[in-house]
């Protein structure tokens, strides 16, 4: 699902410049320059409302179900991945409220929490799980049931905890909810015994369909952001403190995986892919899910999501380069480890 970086392996001492989050930055620029308003403002929503369809739609011919199906015998790590995907990280969300108004604005504070209840990569965490010579099955599992499951948990979560908040939620945004993401999903599922063939022959232009889908969709949700004043609120210290709260978040998550994952006795291969799929978040998903549960308040709620997702892709590619190189941990000296992971690409 998550497919905004291609490459399998990053050199370890230089950290991954994500072109795909550089197009979202000037997509972003574009709307504060250019924000499409009134006729054009209706045509983006529009556009946008049939992209993220479309996008979900992707999803579900693409969700293999017997894969996940066959990955159910692992269940204690997925079971530990979703409880920190859909536990811990709400959690932490929900005690960050104490930060505002001092540190974070009540806007900022909802797109962070909104952050800790998106569903987890799939891409990149089989990629990065790979590199670090993890359990690259269980992260293919893992990363899919966190998708599948986010779906249902992710609007669920925030009707219960974003009540009242930006955008806030209601019958209408639980029906869009079911027309925009899940009828999509679920009709791409239908048709996978029939796309399941045609969609790996037509993966490139499909990936730009993707790409192409969201970036559409955070043009339109930050030009009626940009139309509604909200950036004004919005001051270059404030994004200071708001990323410094998002490193000790991620900090806080990957070590929460690593070694709360060797406290329940899983080997080092499953801990590598507890600690890539459990602590990261997915930009592909959360960004249209943001777009159908905040409309047009959506522009300061998706601003932590895209900032977390580069910090999370550099802070992992030196994580795992460095579980690579680390000569405690190669092939060998942990009976539970395997020579040589599977190649990450299975899942794209």
């Keep these: 699902m998550e497919r ?4 399998t392996s990053f050199p370890p001492s230089w950290p991954p410049l994500d072109r795909y989050v550089l197009a979202l930055l000037g997509t972003v620029g574009l709307a504060a320059l250019l924000p499409a308003s009134g006729t054009a403002a209706r045509l983006a929503e529009g556009a946008s409302t049939v992209a993220v369809a479309l996008l979900f739609f992707l999803y579900g011919a693409r969700l293999s179900s017997r894969e996940a199906l066959d990955g159910l015998r692992h269940w204690r790590l997925h079971l530990t991945v ?10 932490l969300g929900l005690a960050a409220k ?3 108004p001092v540190v974070l604005t009540p806007a900022l504070h909802s797109g962070l929490l909104f952050l800790c209840l998106a569903p987890s990569t799939v891409q990149s965490s089989i990629a990065f799980t790979s590199i670090a010579r993890g359990n690259v099955p269980a992260a293919i599992c893992a990363g899919s049931f966190s998708s599948l499951a986010g779906i249902l948990l992710t609007p669920l979560l925030a009707a219960a905890l974003l009540a009242g908040g930006v955008g806030g939620f209601s019958a209408g945004s639980l029906l869009r909810i079911v027309l925009q993401l899940l009828v999509p999903f679920l009709a791409g599922q239908l048709v996978r015994p029939w796309a399941r063939t045609f969609l790996p022959r037509h993966r490139e232009p499909l990936g730009y369909v993707d790409r192409g889908s969201i970036l559409l969709v955070v043009y ?3 030009s009626q952001g940009v139309v509604a004043g909200v950036w004004h609120q919005v001051t270059p210290a404030r994004l200071g403190l708001l990323l410094a709260v998002e490193a000790v978040l991620l900090a806080v998550m990957l070590s929460l995986t690593w070694y709360g994952a060797r406290r329940l006795g899983f080997g080092r291969e499953d801990r590598v892919a507890i600690q890539f799929a459990g602590s990261k978040k997915s930009l592909a998903a959360g960004l249209p899910m943001a777009s159908v549960l905040f409309g047009a308040q959506a522009a300061p709620v998706v601003l932590p999501l895209m900032l977390f997702h580069q910090m999370q892709l550099m802070v992992c590619a030196v994580i795992a380069g460095r579980r690579a190189r680390d000569p405690g941990e190669r092939p060998g000296a942990d009976p539970r480890s395997s020579p040589t992971p599977r190649n990450a690409s299975a899942a794209s």
């Design 4 to 7: 905004l970086n291609r490459r």
């Design 82 to 91: 979703l409880t920190a995907t859909f536990v811990a990280f709400p959690l």
């Design 98 to 100: 104490g930060l505002v």
């Design 220 to 222: 339109s949700a930050f």
